[in-house]
């Protein structure tokens, strides 16, 4: 665009300028941050709080990887392990993958899955919305924000208290839309997201900072549903994207499909079902899993016949799709304008690159052996995790990461050709100016056609945001001046500033993608979140007392029981008033009872005190029955151990119930 | 946020069409350090918006400085003649006719190397290859002797060549 006089149209639309939404403040904490990756099979939560080295976080079982998987055959829905259990039965409704959706209208959905789409409202933006049964649509960012918001109760039980920042991880090669789509998905969750990181510069800085030096470094990422490769240079303390390339969407995944496709042909399913789709992409999963280390496999098909696949007719199905990642690979090596031989290593990320037949793709396309020291699941969540301590203000030092805007920005100009305005691979943050004019006195209006992409024409590449520019003063032609600023900040996120120069008058405008969510959207789901988690919260208070209450019930309940075959023990008056109290604990029990714990809390506690004197003399006469012919030494061990086993039923009780 | 005429200033550079790609990534990776935002606490809206500035400034800057012909159009625009505008008097000069036409025929025998192929196609684009870097040498030798007039034309010549080159890789 640029040259004033060819691309100005009076459009007469409205252009809605608005103040940005001034940041909270939110006071420091060091050594509080997490980061996440955010991943499409699997997702990771690591801490590295003051400069301690960085550590996944695992559940109650140990597991780090939290399967990206969210089951809404349940409400609250499910996330995770559970999750995925139910995945065979109700594919529909149990979504997994769904990185692929974030920031994608319902037209780019050019892969096959199980779910079905709703689709957009007339006029409204083209956003994916998932029909999950029990008439409950969700976007995919919600669905994120569950997986964040499992991810986050972990690193509070970790870190003792709620994180207060968050590195989440993107793709290197995601566009602005996805990056959006990824950060509101951190608001949604309640996070206040720090940064999004390129997963690639995460690995990187994981492995540099355990090098300490200088160098040049491929990464290559093949994960469940995307691929990247990134070029990248330590130096003088900064660690510099040169390049990166890759392939949105390309990842294990199409392994295991096509694999399932070799599986499906196997059992003459020319047409199957959802569920033996299903059961057939399980399968070649499995399959490919033990194949990294074993020459053959007995895989079960669909329609309950077993094959035995080998490693080379495996190599052979998944061949194709692994060699699509080599084009982009030397794009990247191209547009660094670094030489294979130059670099100083090779990184893997992503469980994807486990497959020996990517490692042998990768060596010899960089004619050098890969690194794999650290694992590969979890370097990006290190590195993530890393650069959360930095910016949560601790004392670590950290290297200063310079990330490159991913995709060219450009504008539309006459003929729908597009004219590039900041170039992919520029250093991050950047700016770009252009100045408007008028073709004639009449003109008050312009149309602005913001678009991402290397392609040269509007149509082939994606809209990022479309608006009206309205209020141009009526001056002779070529005689007003409209600067438009571009700006994309350090998580290559768009800001467009408008300035009048015959005026000076100066306003923003957060460009919101044409495939995301608005700004109101995000924050009623912020809103609905919330209040979730609240009442969430007080269903699990109300459980929790509610068993204690029981608890107690039945223990005194019992105790009653024994006092009444030994006459004496219990005095008529207390008897009374502990009747009394087990008569309200009952009621407070009743299902139709109270749902404010707080009642539930009292009647437990009213309970207790009236049948503490009760209680004590039954423990004291046990005692002394299990005391004749004990040592007092062993009396002592007895004690303590009972003391300690209280201890444990006390601090460990009501954690077991929330989860049942 | 510096204005657009100080690319070099804003990389603490002397203006040189010469700078040795070192000194420029050593000057850009200090600044880099030091005015990115992320070494600004993230609630701390005013300074980060700052930062944001200046980083955007600096990485305009190293953007256009680094790649020695981009830096040669940018000293020649900084001199008065701006090859991205079509003005008549400070816009990018017209070819001369005699270049036009040696472009038409280049076109022409693009067409015919595309159709050989083989070592026809290699030894064209070699000779393309050729043109565009003496148009460059002769640019930097205009820039030097301080003729910007006559670098801008040199300038020009090297896009048509560029996108000739572009053609035959395409």
Request: glycine share 8%.
């Given at each position: 665009?640029?040259?004033?006089?060819?691309?100005?149209h009076d459009?007469?639309?409205?252009?809605?300028?608005?103040?940005?939404?001034?940041?909270?403040?939110?006071p420091?904490?060091?050594?509080r941050?997490?980061?996440?990756d955010?991943?499409?099979?699997?997702?990771?939560?690591?801490?590295?709080p003051?400069?301690?080295?960085?550590?996944t976080?695992?559940?109650?079982?140990?597991?780090?990887l939290l399967?990206?998987v969210?089951?809404?055959?349940?409400?609250?829905?499910?996330?995770?392990?559970?999750?995925r259990?139910a995945?065979?039965?109700?594919?529909?409704?149990?979504?997994?993958s769904?990185?692929?959706?974030?920031?994608?209208?319902?037209?780019d959905?050019?892969?096959?899955?199980?779910?079905?789409?709703?689709p957009?409202?007339?006029?409204?933006?083209?956003?994916?919305?998932?029909?999950v049964?029990g008439?409950k649509v969700?976007?995919p960012?919600?669905?994120?924000?569950?997986?964040l918001?499992?991810?986050?109760?972990?690193?509070?039980?970790?870190l003792?208290?709620?994180?207060?920042?968050?590195?989440?991880t993107?793709?290197?090669y995601?566009?602005?839309a996805?990056r959006?789509?990824?950060?509101?998905?951190?608001?949604?969750?309640?996070?206040e997201v720090y940064?999004?990181?390129?997963?690639?510069?995460?690995?990187?800085?994981?492995?540099?900072?355990?090098?300490?030096?200088?160098g040049?470094?491929?990464?290559?990422d093949?994960?469940g549903?995307?691929?990247?490769?990134?070029?990248?240079?330590?130096?003088?303390?900064?660690?510099?994207?040169?390049a990166?390339?890759?392939?949105?969407?390309?990842?294990?995944d199409?392994f295991d499909?096509?694999?399932?496709?070799?599986?499906?042909?196997k059992?003459?399913?020319?047409?199957?079902?959802?569920?033996?789709?299903?059961?057939?992409?399980?399968?070649?999963r499995?399959?490919?899993?033990?194949l990294?280390?074993?020459?053959?496999?007995?895989?079960?098909?669909?329609?309950?016949?077993?094959i035995?696949?080998?490693r080379?007719t495996?190599e052979a199905?998944?061949?194709?799709?692994?060699?699509?990642t080599?084009?982009?690979?030397?794009?990247?090596?191209?547009?660094?304008g670094?030489?294979?031989?130059?670099l100083?290593?090779?990184?893997?990320v992503g469980?994807?690159?486990?497959?020996?037949?990517?490692?042998?793709l990768?060596?010899s396309t960089?004619r050098?052996?890969p690194l794999?020291?650290?694992?590969p699941?979890?370097?990006v969540?290190?590195?993530?995790a890393?650069?959360?301590?930095?910016?949560?203000?601790?004392?670590?030092?950290?290297v200063?990461?310079?990330?490159?805007?991913?995709?060219s920005?450009?504008?539309e100009t006459?003929?729908?050709?597009v004219e590039?305005?900041?170039?992919r691979n520029?250093?991050?943050?950047?700016?770009?100016?252009?100045?408007?004019?008028n073709y004639?006195?009449?003109?008050?209006g312009?149309?602005?056609?913001?678009?991402?992409?290397?392609?040269?024409?509007?149509?082939?590449?994606?809209?990022?945001?479309?608006?009206?520019?309205k209020?141009?003063?009526?001056?002779?032609p070529?005689?007003?001046r409209?600067?438009?600023t571009f700006?994309?900040?350090?998580?290559?996120?768009?800001?467009?500033t408008?300035r009048?120069?015959?005026?000076?008058?100066?306003?923003?405008?957060q460009v919101?993608?044409t495939y995301?969510?608005?700004?109101?959207?995000?924050?009623?789901?912020?809103?609905e979140?919330?209040d979730?988690a609240?009442?969430?919260?007080?269903?699990?208070?109300l459980?929790e007392?509610?068993?204690?209450?029981?608890?107690?019930v039945?223990a005194?309940?019992?105790a009653?029981?024994d006092?009444?075959?030994?006459?004496?023990l219990?005095?008529d008056?207390?008897?009374?008033s502990?009747d009394?109290?087990?008569?309200?604990?009952?009621?407070?029990?009743?299902?139709?009872?109270?749902?404010?714990?707080?009642?539930?809390?009292?009647?437990?506690?009213h309970?207790e005190?009236?049948?503490?004197?009760f209680?004590?003399?039954?423990?004291?006469r046990?005692?002394?029955?299990?005391?004749?012919?004990?040592s007092v030494t062993?009396?002592?061990?007895?004690?303590?151990?009972?003391e300690d086993?209280?201890?444990?039923?006390?601090?460990?009780?009501p954690?077991?119930v929330?989860?049942? | 946020?510096?204005?657009?005429g100080?690319?070099?200033a804003?990389?603490?550079l002397?203006?040189?069409h010469?700078?040795p790609?070192?000194e420029?990534?050593?000057?850009?990776?200090?600044?880099?350090?030091?005015?990115?935002?992320d070494?600004?606490a993230?609630?701390?809206?005013?300074?980060r918006?700052?930062?944001?500035?200046?980083?955007?400034?600096?990485?305009?800057?190293?953007?256009?400085?680094?790649?020695?012909?981009?830096?040669?159009?940018?000293?020649?625009?900084?001199?008065?003649?701006?090859?991205?505008?079509?003005?008549?008097n400070?816009?990018?000069?017209?070819p001369s006719?005699?270049?036009?036409?040696?472009?038409?025929?280049r076109?022409?025998?693009?067409?015919?190397?595309?159709?050989?192929?083989?070592s026809k196609a290699a030894?064209?684009r070699?000779?393309?290859?050729?043109?565009?870097?003496?148009?460059?040498?002769?640019?930097?030798?205009?820039?030097?002797?301080?003729?910007?007039?006559?670098?801008?034309?040199?300038?020009?010549q090297?896009?048509y060549?560029?996108?000739?080159?572009?053609e035959?890789?395409?």
């Amino acid at each position: 665009m640029g040259n004033a006089d060819t691309d100005i149209h009076d459009t007469g639309a409205l252009f809605q300028i608005e103040e940005p939404a001034s940041a909270r403040k939110v006071p420091l904490t060091p050594g509080r941050a997490i980061g996440i990756d955010l991943g499409t099979t699997h997702s990771l939560v690591a801490v590295a709080p003051n400069g301690a080295d960085p550590r996944t976080v695992a559940d109650g079982e140990g597991r780090c990887l939290l399967p990206s998987v969210v089951s809404y055959v349940e409400d609250p829905p499910t996330v995770g392990w559970a999750a995925r259990t139910a995945q065979l039965e109700a594919p529909s409704r149990v979504l997994s993958s769904v990185k692929r959706f974030m920031g994608r209208g319902t037209g780019d959905v050019d892969f096959s899955h199980p779910y079905t789409l709703v689709p957009p409202a007339e006029g409204a933006a083209d956003i994916v919305r998932i029909d999950v049964g029990g008439d409950k649509v969700v976007t995919p960012m919600e669905v994120s924000a569950r997986i964040l918001e499992v991810l986050a109760a972990r690193a509070e039980q970790e870190l003792g208290e709620p994180p207060t920042g968050a590195v989440i991880t993107v793709p290197a090669y995601f566009d602005e839309a996805q990056r959006q789509a990824t950060k509101d998905a951190g608001r949604i969750a309640g996070l206040e997201v720090y940064r999004l990181l390129a997963e690639p510069t995460a690995a990187a800085l994981a492995y540099g900072l355990d090098r300490g030096g200088q160098g040049l470094f491929a990464v290559y990422d093949l994960g469940g549903g995307t691929f990247d490769i990134s070029i990248l240079r330590l130096r003088d303390g900064v660690f510099q994207v040169l390049a990166t390339g890759g392939d949105s969407a390309l990842g294990g995944d199409d392994f295991d499909r096509a694999v399932a496709q070799l599986l499906l042909e196997k059992a003459g399913l020319v047409e199957p079902t959802p569920l033996q789709r299903e059961q057939a992409r399980v399968a070649a999963r499995d399959a490919k899993e033990a194949l990294s280390d074993k020459d053959s496999v007995e895989v079960p098909l669909p329609d309950g016949a077993t094959i035995t696949l080998s490693r080379e007719t495996l190599e052979a199905t998944i061949g194709p799709v692994a060699e699509r990642t080599v084009a982009p690979c030397r794009q990247a090596l191209k547009d660094a304008g670094v030489r294979a031989k130059e670099l100083d290593g090779v990184v893997l990320v992503g469980g994807s690159t486990r497959t020996p037949l990517v490692r042998q793709l990768v060596e010899s396309t960089f004619r050098q052996p890969p690194l794999a020291d650290i694992d590969p699941d979890r370097v990006v969540a290190y590195g993530a995790a890393i650069q959360a301590d930095v910016l949560s203000g601790s004392a670590r030092d950290g290297v200063t990461l310079l990330d490159v805007a991913p995709l060219s920005l450009g504008l539309e100009t006459m003929g729908g050709i597009v004219e590039t305005i900041i170039p992919r691979n520029a250093a991050i943050p950047i700016a770009a100016r252009q100045v408007f004019t008028n073709y004639s006195e009449q003109q008050t209006g312009m149309m602005v056609h913001v678009l991402q992409g290397e392609r040269e024409l509007a149509d082939d590449c994606r809209s990022l945001a479309k608006f009206d520019l309205k209020g141009i003063p009526q001056l002779p032609p070529s005689m007003a001046r409209i600067e438009i600023t571009f700006e994309l900040d350090a998580d290559a996120l768009l800001t467009v500033t408008a300035r009048e120069l015959m005026t000076g008058v100066r306003q923003t405008v957060q460009v919101k993608p044409t495939y995301g969510l608005s700004d109101e959207e995000v924050d009623r789901l912020v809103i609905e979140s919330l209040d979730s988690a609240e009442d969430d919260f007080t269903r699990r208070n109300l459980a929790e007392a509610r068993v204690e209450l029981g608890r107690v019930v039945l223990a005194v309940g019992a105790a009653l029981w024994d006092a009444d075959q030994r006459p004496g023990l219990l005095e008529d008056a207390e008897r009374a008033s502990i009747d009394t109290a087990m008569q309200s604990a009952q009621v407070v029990m009743a299902p139709d009872g109270p749902t404010d714990h707080k009642l539930v809390v009292a009647a437990r506690e009213h309970l207790e005190s009236v049948s503490e004197g009760f209680a004590r003399r039954r423990m004291e006469r046990a005692l002394l029955a299990g005391m004749e012919g004990m040592s007092v030494t062993e009396v002592s061990d007895t004690l303590a151990a009972d003391e300690d086993l209280d201890d444990r039923r006390g601090g460990h009780g009501p954690e077991q119930v929330s989860k049942g | 946020m510096a204005a657009a005429g100080d690319h070099f200033a804003v990389l603490g550079l002397t203006a040189r069409h010469d700078l040795p790609r070192d000194e420029v990534e050593t000057a850009y990776l200090a600044r880099a350090q030091v005015w990115h935002p992320d070494k600004v606490a993230p609630g701390e809206t005013a300074a980060r918006r700052q930062a944001m500035e200046a980083s955007a400034a600096l990485n305009e800057a190293y953007r256009v400085v680094r790649d020695p012909i981009s830096r040669l159009e940018y000293i020649v625009k900084t001199q008065g003649i701006d090859l991205d505008s079509s003005d008549e008097n400070t816009g990018a000069p017209s070819p001369s006719q005699a270049f036009l036409i040696d472009m038409i025929e280049r076109r022409d025998d693009l067409e015919q190397a595309k159709a050989s192929g083989g070592s026809k196609a290699a030894s064209f684009r070699d000779a393309v290859e050729d043109s565009h870097d003496e148009a460059v040498d002769a640019a930097i030798a205009a820039v030097a002797g301080g003729d910007t007039p006559a670098a801008a034309q040199w300038l020009v010549q090297r896009r048509y060549w560029q996108r000739l080159l572009d053609e035959i890789d395409a």
